[in-house]
Structure formats: structure tokens, C-alpha cells
């Protein structure tokens, strides 16, 4: 097992994870004016829906921990 810090934003009470588009995503026209306009790419924790948060937006930093790795694995039971 392994941890991992990640850089969180809290909007409207929700809680997220700023992404990066691939270089090859700024190849899209809607990628490449979100960016321009200097919106942020975001995943909702609680969802894990992408979304497009405002640039100039109001926003609570903060910080978490991911941990890589599975210490206690679900056991498929078969019917």
C-alpha cells in the first residue's frame, strides 16, 4: 500500500480534484476555450462527475490522502 497527497477544492459545498487535459485533448475545440478562459477541469469526489468550475470562483483549498492498494479485499461470495 501506498499514499499519495492530492490538492482538493471545496465549491458549493462539494469537494474536488482538479484535473489536467492530456495534450492531446487541447485539440478540442471546447477543451481548448475552457482553458483559455481559465476555467478549471474538476472531478466531484462525491460523484466522480467532471465538471467545469469557474476560474474566477471562490474556493476553499485543501488537502487528501489517497491510498493505493486494497488492505482488506471484499470476498465475492457465489450463489
Given at each position: 500500500m501506498s499514499s499519495h497527497p492530492l490538492n482538493t477544492i471545496k465549491?458549493?459545498?462539494?469537494?474536488y480534484i482538479r484535473?489536467?487535459?492530456g495534450k492531446k485533448l487541447?485539440?478540442?475545440?471546447?477543451?481548448?476555450?475552457?482553458?483559455?478562459?481559465g476555467d478549471?477541469?474538476?472531478v466531484c469526489l462525491e460523484t466522480g462527475?467532471?465538471?467545469?468550475?469557474p476560474?474566477?470562483?471562490e474556493v476553499e483549498k485543501?488537502?487528501?490522502?489517497?491510498?493505493?492498494?486494497?488492505p482488506d479485499p471484499v470476498q465475492e461470495k457465489l450463489l
Open positions: 465549491f458549493a459545498g462539494k469537494t484535473v489536467i487535459p487541447f485539440q478540442s475545440t471546447l477543451v481548448h476555450s475552457v482553458v483559455n478562459r478549471v477541469f474538476a462527475l467532471l465538471t467545469i468550475l476560474g474566477t470562483a485543501g488537502k487528501a490522502t489517497v491510498v493505493l492498494g486494497n
